[in-house]
């Protein structure tokens, strides 16, 4: 390493400030919905300068595209029960918990809303719809590799993924354990 550089610290500043930041975006979309606030407000809350943001992220949509991602995949990480029907049992049960969280209903807000803000939204919706895809197909795949018969991931988003995304956006139903073994068990 030459003098004039220095080594990054994983975790250091710079996972703070990026930290700050996401539960700046997450804490306002909660209070005011997408689309209400600017870059300079999520400055201000997460205690950085608004060049801070746009040097890492560039703009607002990519941002929120991070924030959404980074909540996706710390939030629900892939269980390996041994079995397809525990890992989807355990699995939907942890997506369940992640949407009606405290931030839950935001971040999905924040997915839904980002799909819908032209070409940069609709770039956003597909790495999101990708990962949560990629995530299930690893899944599927291990249940494969044991001779278990797996749906497809487009069929977990179907039958498991939408009803319980639709309930908590629209209002209609608790996800109950009851309800989301349902889903399950009516897939399989």
Do not use: C, K
């Not at 994983?10 to 975006?25: C, D, I, L, W």
């Not at 819908?116 to 291990?142: N, P, V």
Request: glycine share 10%; aromatic share 4%.
């Amino acid at each position: 390493m030459n003098d004039g550089q220095r080594a990054r610290r994983p975790g250091g500043r710079s996972a703070r400030v990026g930290a700050e930041v996401h539960q700046a975006v997450t804490d306002l979309i909660s209070e005011r919905g997408y689309g209400n606030f600017t870059v300079g407000e999520v400055a201000a809350r997460a205690g950085v300068a608004d060049s801070s943001i746009y040097r890492r992220w560039g703009s607002l949509e990519t941002l929120l595209t991070d924030v959404a991602l980074t909540r996706l995949n710390t939030r629900s990480p892939m269980p390996d029960t041994g079995s397809l029907a525990g890992d989807l049992r355990t699995y939907a049960a942890q997506v369940a918990r992640e949407i009606t969280g405290p931030e839950g209903l935001a971040v999905v807000r924040l997915a839904v809303a980002l799909s819908s803000t032209g070409q940069q939204g609709q770039q956003a919706r597909d790495d999101l719809l990708a990962e949560r895809t990629r995530q299930l197909q690893s899944m599927l795949d291990r249940a494969g590799e044991r001779g278990e018969h797996a749906p497809d991931a487009l069929e977990v988003l179907d039958h498991i993924m939408a009803p319980m995304y639709i309930r908590v956006l629209l209002g209609v139903g608790r996800l109950t354990p009851e309800y989301v073994d349902g889903l399950v068990d009516r897939l399989l």
